[in-house]
């Protein structure tokens, strides 16, 4: 089958680093997309990884091993405004998303 | 960036109604959209594929006749919930696959929270 892993809740102090880890087994693999949902609100996209590496981007950065099926999202100089859900999304050979259930990621002054 | 734009943003309606939710495409052309709903406290879950010019595909377990979509142009698609009942009540959310840059991506409609009374 398909499916997801990630952890449920993380806590985190501001100013600090946190790594959001998740792991994906899909059938086929077409990208793996880490999203930021606020309470209320869509998700925005963050991040898009399709090739094995880092990529960075501001304060973020993501994380790719395809042959482990392992992906992270690393968040420096965390931000309180940084607090939400962040979801991990694998896409299929079909270009569907596998979504992965979230983690809540606390972040404490 | 890439806008989607998704309408109503909220909505209430009596049981047996039908609701139409609409997601446009803004400043990109868009031939695959998507329709999620999501649960409080659970993560989006697929409902289904929209096509331009041709019919969804639908995700097991979900009524294509009670989830109507409609993919007639290539920045809009509409979701119509007919005959809507309590059990319905979710927020649904749709996004738009841009093929345009050096990568692929996903934007996503601000969502519409039905409630059926």
């Known amino acids: 089958g398909q499916n997801i892993d990630q952890p449920t809740e993380m806590t985190a102090t501001e100013g600090a680093i946190v790594q959001i880890n998740c792991t994906y087994q899909?059938?086929?693999?077409?990208?793996l997309f880490w999203y930021q949902q606020h309470a209320g609100e869509a998700p925005t996209f963050l991040s898009y990884?399709?090739l094995d590496g880092l990529e960075e981007k501001g304060r973020f950065s993501s994380f790719l091993s395809r042959s482990k099926g392992y992906s992270y999202l690393l968040l420096k100089e965390l931000q309180m405004k940084d607090s939400a859900s962040y979801l991990c999304a694998a896409m299929d050979s079909n270009y569907q998303l596998i979504w992965g259930a979230g983690t809540k990621l606390i972040i404490k002054p | 960036g890439a806008v989607v734009s998704q309408h109503p943003s909220w909505v209430i309606c009596k049981s047996g109604t039908s609701v139409k939710i609409e997601c446009r495409s803004l400043d990109f052309q868009a031939t695959t959209m998507f329709w999620y709903r999501q649960f409080p406290k659970q993560s989006l879950m697929l409902m289904a594929t929209s096509n331009e010019g041709s019919k969804a595909t639908y995700e097991q377990g979900v009524e294509k006749d009670k989830f109507l979509i409609n993919h007639a142009s290539l920045t809009l698609s509409t979701l119509t919930v007919t005959s809507a009942h309590p059990e319905d009540s979710s927020f649904y959310i749709c996004?738009?696959?841009?093929?345009?840059?050096?990568?692929?991506?996903?934007?996503f409609g601000s969502g519409t929270q039905l409630s059926v009374l």
């Open positions: 899909t059938s086929g693999f077409n990208g």
């Open positions: 996004s738009a696959r841009d093929l345009g840059g050096d990568s692929e991506k996903l934007f």
């Open positions: 990884n399709v």
